[in-house]
């Protein structure tokens, strides 16, 4: 038996924030199942800032989209007909790809299983996924922080964000957070540990760090670029070292591989920039996500989502993902 999907699609290349109306939705009808394959249908879909970018029309790790092309993404599914033995009908699935997408037909090879007895489901697409091992890999393995280190972390009480802060703090740091409402500044302080605050939208992030860090700042764990990776290398330390995880500030710009404008304060203070990301750190992926369900499970570790429900809410909250409208892990629900 096959039967139809609603899959959404990019129509117009967006022009700053993404709109609305850059994107549309197509239906299609599922083909008959293979050997080998099965059908799923998806209940959790994740969004996250990367997709911006291949919405461009600039190569990168991710080729761009074409209009008309269906937007991907990571997805934790059930199957719900199947010719592969090793996916029976029932089974939760996760795959990094068919998200944006209400039902989908794939390779069972494609596809991963997952243990149910790890955590909720959902975790798979964030601490127990792409975003846990991006968190733990900037912290453990490029920052590496020690007691008493002063470390900055930009874009604070996003998915990374907040489990960077966490982990920092677990390690003895003093930890500086910025993000942009005072709401996610009084989560940060009070519920994660992190011990001041910078509202960048409020307040001059430049003039607030070296008021925070009057001897500088050791380590930068940075989301942002742009604005908040030029006022952080302004203030760091001679010797510090910065995890570039992400430029959120600069995906709706023309050129979003676009590097700092004060770049040679790098020379001038011996700054060490490491650029990472989770798919370098695949080997240690089992290691991280281990060592984060033991912190959850302790309550050493507090994780956050935005949840919205709904195909139809896909689009906003995507739009809503790129202008600070998450707390945590954005995410949407289907049933
Ligand atoms: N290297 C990797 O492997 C890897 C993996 C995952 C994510 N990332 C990167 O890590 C960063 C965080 O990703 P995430 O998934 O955790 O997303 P997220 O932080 O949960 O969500 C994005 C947040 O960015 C903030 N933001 C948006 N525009 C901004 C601007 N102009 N200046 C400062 N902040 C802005 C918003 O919060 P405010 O309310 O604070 O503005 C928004 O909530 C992104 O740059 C992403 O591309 C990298």
């Known amino acids: 038996m096959s039967e139809r999907a609603r899959e959404v699609i990019l129509l117009e290349r967006p022009e700053g924030a993404p709109q609305a109306h850059d994107f549309g939705v ?25 997709m911006r970018l291949y919405l461009t029309g600039l190569p990168g790790a991710h080729p761009p989209l074409e209009k008309g092309e269906t937007l991907d993404g990571g997805a934790v599914g059930e199957v ?31 596809l991963r299983a997952l243990d149910p007895g790890l955590g909720p489901l959902q975790y798979h697409l964030g601490i127990f996924g792409l975003i846990g091992v991006t968190a733990c890999a900037g912290i453990e ?23 960077a802060v966490q982990l920092a703090k677990l390690r003895g740091a003093r930890v500086i957070a910025s993000a942009g409402s005072a709401e996610k500044g009084r989560w940060l302080t009070e519920e994660l540990g992190a011990d001041v605050f910078v509202n960048y939208r409020a307040d001059d992030l430049g003039r607030a760090l070296r008021d925070f860090a009057p001897d500088g700042i050791d380590l930068y764990f940075d989301n942002v670029g742009g604005d908040h990776l030029e006022a952080a290398m302004d203030c760091m330390k001679v ?47 089992p290691t991280y996500i ?23 809410s896909l689009v906003p909250a995507f739009c809503d993902l790129l202008r600070g409208g998450n707390t945590g892990k954005m995410l949407v629900r289907l049933t």
């Not at 592969?84 to 069972?108: I, Q």
């Not at 281990?290 to 139809?312: C, H, M, P, S």
């Open 141 to 163: 393995a490029v920052l590496d922080p020690k007691p008493g280190q002063t470390l900055f972390v930009s874009g604070a009480a996003g998915a990374v964000g907040s489990v």
């Open 80 to 110: 719900v007909a199947s010719e592969a033995a090793e996916l029976p009908v029932g089974t939760a699935v996760f795959s990094p790809r068919h998200g944006w997408r209400d039902a989908y037909v794939a390779d069972a090879k494609e």
């Open 26 to 50: 197509k239906e299609v009808k599922l083909p008959p199942l293979a050997s080998g394959q099965v059908r799923v249908h998806n209940t959790w879909l994740s969004l996250d800032p990367y």
């Open 239 to 285: 010797g510090g070292r910065i995890a570039l995880c992400g430029s959120i500030a600069q995906y709706d710009s023309d050129n979003y591989r676009a590097g700092p404008g004060n770049f040679f304060t790098a020379i001038e203070k011996g700054l060490t920039l490491e650029g990472f990301n989770a798919g370098l750190y695949a080997k240690q992926a």
């Open 290 to 312: 281990a060592q984060l369900a033991g912190l959850l499970k302790a309550g050493d570790l507090i994780w956050r989502e935005t949840v919205v429900d709904g195909f139809n």
